[in-house]
């Protein structure tokens, strides 16, 4: 399956224009998305996620129709927005148990197998008993993983997952991307280059709304 971008236009309702004209194709495997603040990456992540409308283009995943069959997508998608700024009270088992359970996981022996298979792979298994909100930055990142891989999603997507992470704690988040990364296709968005060069074979450029460059690490990375 592949995700195809074409033409995709947004301009915002104050005259910025963050998405002009951009298409990218984009296969199984970790994808990069690298530019500075303001490029436009989260208004393409959020589009493809179909939280947010473009105003012209189209997008396909594999034959579903992104912009125009969102229920179908969201069966599909894993997200991890930049700012998962939800903490609730609610323990980490019962947070997971209630979002597999509004995925559609109705047996109560089958929720708890995925919630603790999930809880094990994102190596929080120990604290799953704690508040989601006690949690540190890491961890909360560790938690949104999970999350986003109930119903084991063909299209992940994740905003600027490791800003403000420290480097170990960046390190075991960049083992687990790699773990799910084999699965799905997976758009990592990022300002940080070392995200990149660890983690993805493929990506693209952004600035200013446009895609400066599409293809491989290395030939791009060799030009920074
Ligand atoms: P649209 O034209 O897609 O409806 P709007 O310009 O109306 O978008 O803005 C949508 C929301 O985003 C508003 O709540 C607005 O306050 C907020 N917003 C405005 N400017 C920015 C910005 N620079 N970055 C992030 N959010 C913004
Ligand atoms: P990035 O994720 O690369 O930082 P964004 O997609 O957040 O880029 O932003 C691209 C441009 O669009 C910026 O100039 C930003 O201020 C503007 N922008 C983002 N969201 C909104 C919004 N909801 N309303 C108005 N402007 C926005």
Redesign the pocket.
Known sequence: MQLEINNLN?????G?HALKDVSLTIGKGMFGLLGPNGAGKSSLMRTLATL??ADSGNVRLGDIDVLNEKDKVRQVLGYLPQEFGVYPRSSAVELLDHLALLKGVKNTGERKALVNYLLQKVNLFEHRKKAVKSFSGGMRQRFGIAQCLIGNPKLIIVDEPTAGLDPGERNRFYNLLSEIGEEAILILSTHIVQDVRELCTQMAIMNKGEVLYHGGVDQALELI
Not at 10 to 14: I, M, R
Request: charged share 25%; hydrophobic share 10%.
């Open positions: 947004k301009q915002y309702g104050n910025v947010q409308d």
